[in-house]
């Protein structure tokens, strides 16, 4: 069985910073990267970051883009999501995903992960 964990969530203010972490462990496995999502109740899964193993390429979301560092190690299979300038509206609870299936080139698919952290929850106050 394949376990991802997360860590580093937590209650901050507006303006301030954060910095996730999720760590893939457990029976060998092929992955093609690892990407972050986020969740509010009542909505879907959001994609938020990726990064790709092949090459290093990273992507984001347009509402996270230069606010948010994606970044990870393909041996260890760790990812690491520097958040800045957090707004109110980045409240939710945060997933790490695996991903396991390549489908194309665009890395919000939520099919393309095999496996999720148990997630972590972000509150940005105003």
């Known amino acids: 069985q394949v376990q991802l964990v997360e860590s580093g969530g937590g209650l901050v203010q507006a303006g301030g910073s954060l910095t996730l972490s999720c760590a893939a462990s457990?029976?060998?496995?092929?992955?093609?990267?690892m990407g972050w999502f986020r969740q509010v109740p009542g909505k879907e899964r959001e994609w938020v970051a990726a990064?790709?193993?092949?090459?290093?390429?990273?992507t984001y979301a347009n509402s996270v883009k230069g606010r948010f560092t994606i970044s990870g190690d393909s041996a260890k299979n760790t990812v690491t999501l520097q958040m800045n300038s957090l707004k109110p509206e980045d409240t939710a609870v945060y997933y790490c995903?695996?991903?396991?299936?390549?489908?194309?080139?665009?890395?919000?698919?939520?099919?393309?992960?095999?496996?999720w952290g148990q997630g972590t929850q972000v509150t940005v106050s105003s």
């Open positions: 995903g695996l991903r396991t299936y390549y489908s194309g080139s665009d890395p919000s698919r939520l099919s393309d992960y095999g496996y």
């Open positions: 990064i790709k193993w092949s090459g290093g390429s990273t």
């Open positions: 457990g029976r060998t496995f092929i992955s093609f990267g």
